[in-house]
């Protein structure tokens, strides 16, 4: 969806984009792991390069509060509130993250 809003930006209303990069860089991950637990480094490697429900899953558990600002009134239920498709996810995961880099596009 990312690529067809930048393609074509006249034709998407409403589109709200959440966590978002230009491009996933592993690089950029491996450097946040060096600063992290063993567990959350085994799962976040194992979401992004390895994408399956059961690493999702995993992933979720240890890795996603961290999204949030823990001091913040009601940052632990921000997964409540939100429509969650893993399928879509995992979709984005295996596939589509690994080729997105629309830098170039941001940078014009």
Same mark, same amino acid.
């Given at each position: 969806?990312?690529?067809?809003?930048?393609?074509?930006?006249?034709?998407?209303?409403? %589109?709200?984009?959440? /966590?978002?990069? !230009? &491009?996933?860089?592993? @690089?950029?991950?491996?450097?946040?792991?060096?600063?992290?637990?063993?567990?959350?480094?085994?799962?976040? %490697?194992?979401?992004? /390069?390895?994408? !399956? &429900?059961?690493?999702? @899953?995993?992933?979720?558990?240890?890795?996603?509060?961290?999204?949030?600002?823990?001091?913040?009134?009601?940052?632990?239920?921000?997964?409540?509130?939100?429509?969650?498709?893993?399928?879509?996810?995992?979709?984005?995961?295996?596939?589509?993250?690994?080729?997105?880099?629309?830098?170039?596009?941001?940078?014009?």
């Amino acid at each position: 969806m990312l690529h067809y809003a930048a393609r074509y930006p006249s034709e998407v209303s409403k %589109l709200i984009l959440s /966590s978002t990069l !230009s &491009q996933f860089r592993l @690089d950029d991950t491996v450097k946040m792991m060096r600063s992290s637990v063993e567990t959350m480094q085994q799962r976040l %490697l194992t979401n992004f /390069s390895n994408p !399956s &429900q059961e690493a999702y @899953d995993a992933y979720g558990e240890i890795c996603l509060p961290l999204y949030s600002n823990p001091n913040a009134s009601g940052a632990g239920n921000f997964r409540n509130r939100a429509i969650e498709r893993p399928e879509v996810a995992l979709h984005f995961f295996s596939d589509e993250m690994a080729r997105m880099d629309m830098r170039a596009r941001f940078l014009t």
